[in-house]
């Protein structure tokens, strides 16, 4: 099953969806768009662009204000969230927010926010064995995240670059199988990470932070 809502304007979607391997995309062309969806079920492809980019491209002149609220249940599901204003020429602008609430194992989570205003991005996973990739990027506002997992095995890449400054936390909940951690933050102001975790497996749980 593939549903396709594509706007040109701003505009509120409210989505939900249930049921095994269907497709769901959702593209919202200008600045000042929300999408709100609920999907449960398993091995479902759920993709989400506002502003456009990788690769739906547009991304014209707008002024970002983008939010995205996404709840996902189920097993080995994709889920993508891109939000973008890298394009903008003029001034003002409004921070995008986007957050992620997972239940399952197996899920992949591509999470990217790219633009000229500030970024903020929540993430939070309950089950084993996910892998989360998460890249904010651009030359205005703050990168803001944060990231909370529950359950073993996961696979955390995080990357916050740009012009603003750059914060993350995350808390990690561990019972058994390692997690591994990768985080980059390279700003030309300033960065502040915090983490927790909790990690009770033998052989320990992998962390890199690198700053500037």
């Given amino acids: ?124 996973i309950a089950g084993d064995d996910n892998t989360v990739t998460v890249l904010q990027r651009g030359n205005g506002g703050k990168n803001w995240s944060d990231i909370d997992l529950t359950g073993d095995g996961h696979t955390v890449t995080h990357t916050q670059r740009g012009g603003g400054g750059a914060t993350g936390s995350m808390d990690l909940t561990n019972s058994g199988g390692s997690y591994t951690i990768d985080v980059t933050q390279n700003s030309s102001s300033w960065q502040s990470y915090s983490l927790t975790g909790s990690c009770a497996n033998t052989n320990g749980c992998s962390v890199t932070v690198t700053q500037n």
């Fill in 1 to 124: 099953m593939i549903l396709l809502c594509t706007s040109a304007w701003a505009n509120d979607i409210f989505i939900s969806q249930s049921g095994d391997d269907f497709k769901l995309e959702v593209q919202q062309r200008s600045e000042n768009n929300s999408v709100y969806a609920t999907v449960s079920g398993d091995n479902n492809d759920v993709t989400v662009r506002q502003g456009m980019h990788a690769d739906g491209t547009l991304d014209g002149d707008e002024t970002g204000g983008h939010e995205a609220i996404l709840s996902i249940s189920g097993q080995n599901n994709t889920v993508a969230s891109y939000q973008t204003d890298e394009n903008r020429g003029g001034g003002g602008g409004s921070d995008h927010y986007l957050n992620n609430s997972i239940i399952g194992d197996g899920n992949i989570i591509s999470h990217t926010q790219r633009g000229k205003t500030g970024h903020n991005g929540k993430i939070t």
